[in-house]
Structures are given as structure tokens and as C-alpha cells.
């Protein structure tokens, strides 16, 4: 069985440290020592070689930024998480600049602290792999996004296919639509394509598909480049597909392309888990009906019991109604979570739904398709900013020449 990881903590307040202590217990790891900050905390480390190291960032942070550096000079592998009671953004990379690998804003619960000493070791781990060349064996892959939320009608085809449409048309990546929405698939609808070939195909030659052969599986979007791998035309004929089955999919798709997108139903069952367990990251859609705010709230809690990785969760609020009036903070009080984007009602975006062209391209300088074309951009790290420019041949063209083989910028789950 793998070793619990074992952490040390370091704040010179004795209160603060044994609260912390609490929560690391109730996290289920183990506790090495604490102690203050300075000399105390060295020679403490360099006895108990623990995995991970928690600090303290005290006001003024002078001596806690000094102890964070001494304990990397002894200990340069052991990463360390800091955490205190600001969220300045100088605090914060002052801490960063010491060497702390992460900050957490106090107070936070067991789950929260777990899940960021997790993501430090997960990443410590990559790094020692690297190191070794061990990473090779691994095989590239890309980033799985599955676009979520716990209800129908929230916007997640329509952010699914703009965000899929500006991923690959302006911003130049290789990026595969898969419709893993299991009850009635909209996607190749909503852009317009013509269906061939669906999931149900790949489905079957999934354990002998050829990389290269990958692409006679999906369909083109022309326009954009987008790859789509479409539903099923009748719908019924979803019930051949397992959750096993889609995780396979989803698993060869990610060494072909650089962005993996999948659209999911409005529900929470195995076969969504099982999408969501797949992908490093969930962008989890809320409207701001109550209904949809209620099965969120019911959805997170859920994935929190599964020990769902909250990190790889980001909410996204989306207005999908001319006469919405709830205030966007008033839902975040609701869920205890911030929004990581809003996308404002624009009756663009729903013309671009039903014109088969989605708002992005449609529409690129329309307020809903720059929000889309921003969250392509933060979602994947992708390119800087340049002028949307409208899709000509002579663009499709030479991108259908010129893309495709770019290498995926490194996604941990987390922006
Ligand atoms: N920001 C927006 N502004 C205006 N209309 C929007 C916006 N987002 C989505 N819509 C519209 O809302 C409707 C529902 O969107 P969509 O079909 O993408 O939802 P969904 O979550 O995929 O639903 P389902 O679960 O039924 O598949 C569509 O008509 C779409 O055009
Ligand atoms: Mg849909």
C-alpha cells in the first residue's frame, strides 16, 4: 500500500499550528513535528524528511519567507505549501518567489488543504519521473475538458462548440468535439455538419484503432478544422455505450489531440462520472435559475463524497436570459465557490446556435463571442492576444496546413 505522506508544520504561532494539525488529521495525513519558525524549523526538517511542508506566512512575512528559503536550502526536493490569512497577490508571489509551491487563503477545510498537497506531491512526482526519463512511457496527452452541469439548457453545447471553434479556427490547436451528451447530442447540429460516422464506430474498433486512423472516425468541421466525434443518430442507440467504453474513447483521443472537448447531459450517472474522471478539467455550467444553482450545489457535494479533485472544477455562470437580474455574488454566496468565468446574455450566442455557426466565428466581435474566445484562451494557456479575424479560405487553407502538430502545453488540472 502507498505510504500516507507525511507533513511538517511550520508557523510560529502555536495556535495556528495546532489547528492546522487538525485539519491535516482529518485530511488522513500524517503529522512528522512542528515547529517555529527559523533554526528550529531546519534542523526539525532535516531530522524528519517529511513529504511536504507546510508554512505559515506570518505579518510581516520576513522571517517566514527566510525559513522558507533555509528549508529549501536543505531540503531543495521537498515542495512546500504555504498558506495565510491574505489574499494579496503580493503576498502571495513573495511566497512563490521564496519557493513555496502553493498559498492557500485561510481558513480552509481538510478537503481543500488535501487537495492542494496532493496537486504539489502529483506534480513533485512528474518532476522526479522527468528527471529520471521515466515520463517517456507515459505517451503525450492532451488536455481532456469536459464541459458539465448538473441541468439541461445551461449553455453547455453551445460553450462546447464555441469554445471547440475558436480553439481550433483562431487560436490553431488540434482539437477533437467529442457529444458525450448520452440523451439527445446536439453538437453536430449546432455546427452545422453533416454526420457520417458517430461515436458508436469508434466505439467498436476502439481497442485496434491506429492513431494515425483516428480522423476516418470523426468529422471535420470545414469552417474551423474542429474534429467532432458526433452522437449516435437515433438516440436509443446510446445504450450500447458503457462508461467504460467512453473513458477508451476519450483515452485515445488524448494522444492524438492537443484539446480533448467533450460535451455532456445535464445529468449526474455513472456514464458523466465517468467523462468526469477522465478529464483534468471539469468546466461546470450554472445558470442562474434556481434549479440549476440547486443541483449544483447537489452535484459539487456529491463530487466532494467521490473525493473528486476540487481543483480540476471550474464553475462558469452563464446568463442564458435577457431578463436575468441575479446578482452573479449572490449565487457564489449559494455555492461557497467563485466563479472562474461569466458569460453574459447575448442573443448572438443563440442566433449562432440555431444558424449552425457558432457566435465565435459568426459573430467573433459580439460581447458573448470575446467572452468565449478569452475563456479558449485561459482554458488552455492558448496563444497571446491577437484581432479576431474573420475565417477566408485563404485562412482555412493554410490553417488546415499548419495545424495539428503542436505540442500540448502542460495542464495539471488546474490554471
Ligand atoms: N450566453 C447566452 N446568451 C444567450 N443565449 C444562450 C447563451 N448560452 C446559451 N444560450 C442559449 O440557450 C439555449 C440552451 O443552450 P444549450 O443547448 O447549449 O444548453 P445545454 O446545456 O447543452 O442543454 P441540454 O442539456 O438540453 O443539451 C440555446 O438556445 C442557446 O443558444
Ligand atoms: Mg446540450
Redesign the pocket.
Known amino acids: 500500500m502507498a505510504k500516507v505522506p507525511e507533513v511538517l508544520l511550520v508557523d510560529q504561532d502555536p495556535q495556528a499550528r495546532y489547528e492546522l494539525k487538525q485539519l491535516v488529521i482529518q485530511s488522513q495525513l500524517g503529522v512528522v513535528g512542528e515547529s517555529s519558525f527559523g533554526t528550529e524549523a531546519v534542523s526539525l526538517a532535516t531530522d524528519a524528511r517529511p513529504d511536504v511542508i507546510v508554512c505559515g506566512m506570518s505579518d510581516p512575512p520576513e522571517r517566514a519567507l527566510r525559513t522558507i528559503e533555509a528549508l529549501l536550502d536543505v531540503l531543495p526536493e521537498t515542495p512546500i505549501v504555504s498558506y495565510g490569512w491574505q489574499d494579496e497577490v503580493a503576498i502571495v508571489r513573495r511566497a512563490m518567489q521564496a519557493g513555496a509551491r502553493d498559498y492557500f487563503v485561510m481558513p480552509i477545510d481538510s478537503a481543500r488543504l488535501l487537495d492542494s498537497i496532493t496537486l504539489v506531491l502529483e506534480a513533485e512526482e512528474r518532476k522526479r519521473l522527468r528527471m529520471s526519463g521515466q515520463t517517456k512511457s507515459l505517451g503525450p496527452r492532451g488536455l481532456t475538458l469536459a464541459?458539465f452541469?448538473a441541468?439541461?439548457?445551461?449553455?453547455?453545447?453551445?460553450?462546447?462548440?464555441n469554445l471547440g471553434v475558436a480553439l481550433a479556427g483562431d487560436l490553431g490547436q488540434s482539437v477533437v468535439l467529442v457529444d458525450g451528451?448520452n440523451?439527445?447530442?446536439?453538437v453536430a447540429a449546432?455546427l452545422e455538419t453533416h454526420v457520417e460516422r458517430t461515436v458508436l464506430d469508434l466505439v467498436r474498433d476502439v481497442d485496434t484503432v491506429d492513431r494515425a486512423e483516428l480522423t476516418e472516425y470523426l468529422t471535420r468541421h470545414d469552417d474551423s478544422g474542429l474534429w467532432l466525434l458526433p452522437a449516435p443518430t437515433e438516440p436509443l442507440r446510446w445504450r450500447s455505450v458503457t462508461p467504460d467504453a467512453i473513458r477508451k474513447v476519450i483515452t485515445v483521443l488524448t494522444r492524438r489531440f492537443d484539446v480533448v472537448l467533450v460535451?455532456?447531459?445535464?445529468v449526474l450517472n455513472d456514464f458523466s462520472l465517468a467523462i468526469l474522471e477522465e478529464s483534468n478539467m471539469v468546466l461546470w455550467?450554472t445558470?442562474s435559475d434556481f434549479s440549476s444553482i440547486n443541483n449544483t450545489l447537489l452535484g459539487l457535494k456529491a463530487l466532494e463524497e467521490l473525493s473528486y479533485p476540487e481543483s480540476r472544477i471550474k464553475l462558469m455562470l452563464?446568463?442564458?436570459?435577457?431578463d436575468d437580474g441575479v446578482r452573479p455574488v449572490k449565487i457564489e454566496e449559494v455555492l461557497g465557490r467563485k466563479f472562474f468565468w461569466s458569460?453574459?446574455?447575448?442573443?448572438?450566442?443563440?442566433?449562432?446556435?440555431?444558424i449552425g455557426r457558432p457566435v465565435v466565428a459568426a459573430n467573433p466581435n459580439s460581447d458573448?463571442a470575446r467572452?468565449l474566445i478569452d475563456l479558449a484562451r485561459s482554458l488552455t494557456g492558448a496563444a497571446p492576444a491577437r484581432a479576431v479575424k474573420k475565417s477566408t479560405p485563404v485562412r482555412r487553407l493554410l490553417n488546415r496546413f499548419t495545424r495539428g502538430g503542436t505540442a500540448a502545453a502542460p495542464v495539471e488540472g488546474r490554471l
Open positions: 464541459v452541469g441541468k439541461g439548457g445551461v449553455g453547455k453545447s453551445t460553450i462546447a462548440s451528451d440523451s439527445f447530442g446536439d449546432m460535451d455532456t447531459a445535464g455550467v445558470s452563464n446568463v442564458v436570459s435577457a458569460l453574459p446574455y447575448d442573443r448572438e450566442v443563440r442566433m449562432g446556435g440555431q458573448g467572452s
